[in-house]
Structure formats: structure tokens, C-alpha cells
């Protein structure tokens, strides 16, 4: 009797681990059990929205929680780049991928209130109305961007030239003010370069805005000019570059790397790929710095990290921005859109940087409020010291 008594209880302990278990992880339950526990969850999301229409004490549109809801199950993975983008918002959402250049003239990155200024074009709109790196803004047409998608934010700043847009702005003065701003077609060059002097040395400096479809042919181009005319090191500039394609990004690297690894990717649903670098490299006696801020992001920091890992370059600047992860794109039945985190990059070293970002080897910075460039010299300084 007690034997059978103990079995009856473990039996019981036993199904009740199992059922915690199955009940956290539906996908390992057979087929038919499985369809009971999913209808279990549908009912009771069923009676939730029946005890909304029902009871709630303002008329809410079916639409708006399913909308609601979508969103708040995209967030509830505590994932800042991955987002659900409202079947409203889909066209703009799109719309930011095409890498259209008619706004008012700036490069932004992600703020808990709305979008950071990270750099202003010269001669634009924005530099024209007074804005400067460090606002933040936190409404576009009277209408708030406090946790939407920064593609989606982005793309209501963008419109056709001659058209006007309204962005509210926390300068940092503790109160918002309203700024009407004319939009323009924006003519910034993917690549510069230019040729600097320090003490006697002529430096090769490449600014890259961003690693669009064929920006490694540009770099490569301008870097070997700048060498036809005696640059003796190159700066390789990638502040405010918030990234692109990754095939890009390590096409740029293979311009400073022979021979290795540039990057790799893996997901929990992603199988490993590494990335090599392709083609001939410059020599590799030429000094090379990189200049970084907390504007570089994506693509940029792949190069950065590459560079640093194959002790190819010297990295002067701030903290990089730490995006570490990439998306892919998935079009849904209602119209909307899921932006989804699907696997991580992994420098050379094997080191992933989301959040940490990449920590320069010598300091320094570019202060928004002066006129001057005061990170530059320092990145300078860099190349002459490797040619010592």
C-alpha cells in the first residue's frame, strides 16, 4: 500500500514538472496537445479583448490593440533594434532604406527621448536653422518620436525638396522649442579627401559618410591618389558613420588587409559565416589611424575592429556606439513590417561589441560648440609617431 502510494505521488510530481515544463516551451508538446494548449492562450487573449469591449470605459478601435499588442510583444524582448512597424508606417519605414538624400541635412542616432544630432552637412537646412550636434529630437509635426523606430522617425523628417517639416527640439536648455525647417536636396559626397600637413609629413585623410553600394572602389581611389601626391599615412575618417552593408564594410578593411578574417556572424537560428578579406591591400608599411566617435556605428565599427585586431591601425577617437547585431526584414500579412535582431557580428578576435562598443586606443575629442576640429590634430599626431 505505501509502495503504491509513493508511485502514485511521483507519478503526480511528475507530470506536474512536466506540465511547468511543456507549458514554458509549447513547441515540445505532440501535436494534438500542443493545439489545446495554443487554443488554451487564444481564449483567454479572446476574453481579455471581450472584457475590453465590454467594460473599458472609452471606445477603443480592434485595430489599435492588435497594434498595441504587436508592438509591446517586439519590445518585450528588451531588443532596441528590433521593432514592428505599424502597416501606416510601412512606406516610411521603406522609404528610410532607399538612402534618399532630400531632408534637412544631418546624421542622427537612437535617444530615449527621440533621436540625437550626431553631425550637421555643412551649408544644409539644419546647420542653417541653428542645429548642432548634441539636440535631440523629440517630435516631427507636432507629433512625438519618444520609442519609435529610428527608421521610421528618420523617414518623417525626409521629404521632397522645398517642403517644410516641424521638429521639436530639447537643446539641452531644459525646455522644447518648436523649429520650422525647409528641406532641401542634400549634396553630401560618400567619400572625401584631402590632404593635411603635420611637421612637414604629408597625411592622406579619407572622411567615409556611410558604406553604401560601391564606397570601397571610392576610398580605395581617393587613398591611392593621396598617395600619388606623397601622403605618407592615411586617416581613415568614420566619425558619424552610423554603418551599411556589411559586404562594403569588409571590402573597405580588405583596402588595409591583406590576408585574415574581417568579421564573423552566427545566430541562435543562424548557422557561423566568416568573412575574409578580398583583393590587394595598400602596403602595408603605410601608417594607418582610424578616427572614431559615438556616431560610428554598424559597418564602421566592423572596420574599426578589424583594423585594430590585425594591429593594422591605430584607433583615436570616443567610444563607438556598440551596434554589434544585425536585422533582417520580414514583410507581414497585415501590411506592416517586423525589423528583426537575427544574429550578432564578431570581430577577428572573437570579441562582440553590442553596448561596450569599441574603446579607442588614444583618446580624444571633437567638442560640438567650437568651430575648430579638435580630434583631428590628435589623429595626426598618430601617423607621424608610427613613421618615427
Known amino acids: 500500500m505505501f509502495r503504491t502510494v ?18 514554458g516551451h509549447p513547441d515540445k508538446l505532440p501535436e494534438g496537445l500542443r493545439e489545446t494548449f495554443v487554443q488554451k492562450d487564444s481564449a483567454t487573449r479572446a476574453e481579455v479583448e471581450k472584457a475590453i469591449e465590454r467594460s473599458y470605459y472609452k471606445d477603443v478601435k480592434q485595430e489599435d490593440i492588435e497594434e498595441k499588442s504587436l508592438q509591446a510583444l517586439v519590445r518585450g524582448l528588451g531588443d532596441r533594434f528590433s521593432n514592428y512597424i505599424p502597416p501606416k508606417d510601412a512606406k516610411l519605414f521603406e522609404q528610410s532604406l532607399t538612402g534618399s538624400f532630400e531632408g534637412i541635412g544631418m546624421t542622427v542616432q537612437e535617444d530615449p527621448k527621440g533621436l540625437e544630432i550626431v553631425s550637421v552637412f555643412p551649408k544644409s537646412p539644419a546647420k542653417k536653422s541653428g542645429l548642432k550636434k548634441g539636440d535631440v529630437i523629440t517630435a516631427v509635426n507636432g507629433k512625438s518620436i519618444e520609442g519609435e523606430a529610428s527608421d521610421v522617425a528618420t523617414a518623417r523628417i525626409k521629404g521632397p525638396a522645398g517642403t517644410k517639416v516641424t521638429i521639436t527640439v530639447d537643446d539641452g536648455s531644459g525646455r522644447d522649442r518648436p523649429l520650422t525647417v525647409k528641406r532641401a536636396k542634400i549634396d553630401v559626397p560618400v567619400v572625401r579627401g584631402r590632404i593635411e600637413e603635420k611637421d612637414g609629413v604629408k597625411v592622406g585623410v579619407v572622411q567615409v559618410a556611410t558604406f ?32 551599411g552593408l556589411l559586404q562594403e564594410g569588409r571590402l573597405v578593411a580588405s583596402v588595409f588587409i591583406e590576408d585574415g578574417l574581417i568579421v564573423s556572424t552566427k545566430g541562435r537560428k543562424r548557422p557561423e559565416r566568416k568573412f575574409d578579406a578580398i583583393g590587394k591591400s595598400i602596403d602595408k608599411d603605410i601608417p594607418v589611424v582610424v578616427l572614431v566617435d559615438r556616431g560610428t556605428a554598424s559597418a564602421s565599427e566592423i572596420v574599426t575592429g578589424a583594423l585594430r585586431d590585425h594591429d593594422r591601425a591605430v584607433v583615436v577617437g570616443e567610444r563607438t556606439f556598440g551596434k554589434g547585431v544585425f536585422q533582417e526584414v520580414e514583410e507581414l500579412p497585415n501590411g506592416g513590417v517586423l525589423d528583426l535582431t537575427v544574429g550578432s557580428y564578431f570581430l577577428p578576435d572573437g570579441d562582440n561589441i553590442s553596448e ?29 609617431k608610427q613613421l618615427d
Not at 576610398?219 to 568614420?238: H, M, P, S
Not at 561596450?356 to 595626426?380: H, N, S, Y
Request: net charge positive; hydrophobic share 45%.
Open 6 to 23: 509513493v508511485i502514485a505521488l511521483a507519478c503526480v510530481l511528475l507530470a506536474l514538472s512536466a506540465g511547468l515544463y511543456l507549458g
Open 212 to 243: 553604401s553600394e560601391g564606397v570601397h572602389a571610392l576610398v580605395r581611389k581617393e587613398i591611392d591618389e593621396q598617395i600619388e601626391k606623397g601622403a605618407k599615412g592615411i586617416v581613415l575618417d568614420l566619425r558619424a558613420n552610423g554603418g
Open 356 to 384: 561596450k562598443g569599441i574603446t579607442p586606443q588614444v583618446k580624444a575629442r571633437d567638442r560640438a560648440k567650437t568651430r575648430k576640429d579638435e580630434a583631428l590634430p590628435t589623429a595626426l599626431d598618430e601617423v607621424v
